[in-house]
T-cell receptor, first 109, second 115 residues
Framework: QKEVEQDPGPLSVPEGAIVSLNCTYS??????FMWYRQYSRKGPELLMY????GNKEDGRFTAQVDKSSKYISLFIRDSQPSDSATYLC?????????FGTGTSLTVIP | DSGVTQTPKHLITATGQRVTLRCSPR?????VYWYQQSLDQGLQFLIQ???????AKGNILERFSAQQFPDLHSELNLSSLELGDSALYFC??????????????FGAGSRLTVL
């Protein structure tokens, strides 16, 4: 079983839609949970991170962590064409980082 | 600008050659990680250094080696290059000693093309 599972998509939504991206994991020792956005052939950009459980909001982005279900989500409100990218979840026990394979998102104008 | 600097941005070379990729971590970050990303593939962890010492190894080939210097910059050496080594190579740094947040910040990457 992989440490982190992420649906690769692709996901295609109309502009203005709410997007939900999800990852599941198996290691209950994970402490930090991160979401990265990667445009084609560019470096992954850290969008948000949360420590332990709960929600965190930053503008149109909300990150949720449910440690009891080992499930994390990223919600994008009022999605824009500029949000079209691959979204990677990542988590760490403190030293090693584990990445999902990424979900490809396209927002159609 | 993420604060992680990678050079060169692009590199084209021939099979059998050797190249060196360079990374300067964010100010205050002590750990450097190297990742390889082939076309349409996920991030493959290669190796990690912490304050000059090797901390963890991933799927790094014996033809590849790395080191972290006293000023915390790191170099990834790739030798006897093969066509399959063509990829994006990312450096990332972590351990912000000021905030304590253990997250990875990536550089823009070095794109290696082996012909």
């Amino acid at each position: 079983q992989k440490e982190v599972e992420q649906d690769p998509g692709p996901l295609s939504v109309p502009e203005g839609a709410i997007v939900s991206l999800n990852c599941t994991y198996s290691n209950s020792a994970f402490q930090y949970f991160m979401w990265y956005r990667q445009y084609s052939r560019k470096g992954p950009e850290l969008l948000m991170y949360t420590y332990s459980s709960g929600n965190k909001e930053d503008g149109r982005f909300t990150a949720q962590v449910d440690k009891s279900s080992k499930y994390i989500s990223l919600f994008i409100r009022d999605s824009q064409p500029s949000d079209s990218a691959t979204y990677l979840c990542a988590m760490t026990t403190g030293n090693q980082f584990y990445f999902g394979t990424g979900t490809s998102l396209t927002v159609i104008p | 600008d993420s604060g992680v600097t990678q050079t060169p941005k692009h590199l084209i070379t021939a099979t059998g050659q050797r190249v060196t990729l360079r990374c300067s971590p964010r100010s205050g970050d002590l750990s450097v990680y190297w990742y390889q990303q082939s076309l349409d593939q996920g991030l493959q962890f290669l190796i990690q250094y912490y304050n000059g010492e090797e901390r963890a190894k991933g799927n790094i080939l014996e033809r590849f080696s790395a080191q972290q210097f006293p000023d915390l910059h790191s170099e990834l050496n790739l030798s006897s290059l093969e066509l399959g080594d063509s990829a994006l190579y990312f450096c990332a740094s972590s351990v912000d000693i000021y905030s304590g947040a253990n997250v990875l910040t990536f550089g823009a990457g070095s794109r290696l093309t082996v012909l």
